[in-house]
T-cell receptor
């Protein structure tokens, strides 16, 4: 069974520090990897996606993919209280358009 | 560009009743996926419709059904409601033609079953 694993948290990080969120997946055929952010009471919104091994940076966010280790992470630099949310990792396995979702990690940025 | 619109936003039903939720995707998007979200369970995939055909289906009982119309709008129906059906139901649209896998979510329909 194809699975995506995330630590549910909460992960508490002081303001201004780097928050590191991790996700592992079981299917080596996974092609695309997505990080969604969901504020309490709101719907998920896409932050970043990554297809290739290595790092992808967008502002304060960096996604890191290691296909050999079946591991994808999201780093948030200079964390702000507004980053407090649940972060969902999703994986697109193959030509099937369905995404496999992790349960999400709750991130709390403490002022 | 208008986003994904879900109606109703909130509703309260009693056990045994049925409910129909509606989703209008982003203009040009022909794929609509439905998810159930409950505290601690994450996003549970219900089904996906593309060009009026169900393309994928999650592991939910037959009480959960859906359909898609020619204008890509989609509805999902839950019959014989149970207390455990209380959840946030999210609709997401995507552009399958781009094959990126990116989903755009609506605000959700929060269902409470009493």
């Amino acid at each position: 069974q194809k699975e995506v694993e995330q630590n549910s948290g909460p992960l508490s990080v002081p303001e201004g520090a780097i928050a590191s969120l991790n996700c592992t997946y079981s299917d080596r055929g996974s092609q695309s990897f997505f990080w969604y952010r969901q504020y309490s009471g709101k719907s998920p919104e896409l932050i970043m996606f990554i297809y290739s091994n290595g790092d992808k940076e967008d502002g304060r966010f960096t996604a890191q993919l290691n296909k050999a280790s079946q591991y994808v992470s999201l780093l948030i630099r200079d964390s702000q209280p507004s980053d407090s949310a649940t972060y969902l990792c999703a994986v697109k396995v193959d030509s099937n358009y369905q995404l496999i979702w992790g349960a999400g990690t709750k991130l709390i940025i403490k002022p | 560009k208008a986003g994904v619109t879900q109606t109703p936003r909130y509703l309260i039903k009693t056990r045994g009743q049925q409910v129909t939720l509606s989703c209008s995707p982003i203009s040009g998007h022909r794929s609509v996926s439905w998810y159930q979200q409950t505290p601690g369970q994450g996003l549970q995939f219900l089904f996906e419709y593309f060009s009026e055909t169900q393309r994928n289906k999650g592991n939910f009982p037959g009480r959960f059904s859906g359909r898609q119309f020619s204008n890509s709008r989609s509805e999902m129906n839950v019959s014989t409601l149970e207390l455990g059906d209380s959840a946030l139901y999210l609709c997401a649209s995507s552009n399958r033609d781009k094959n990126t896998g990116e989903l755009f979510f609506g605000e959700g329909s929060r269902l409470t079953v009493l």
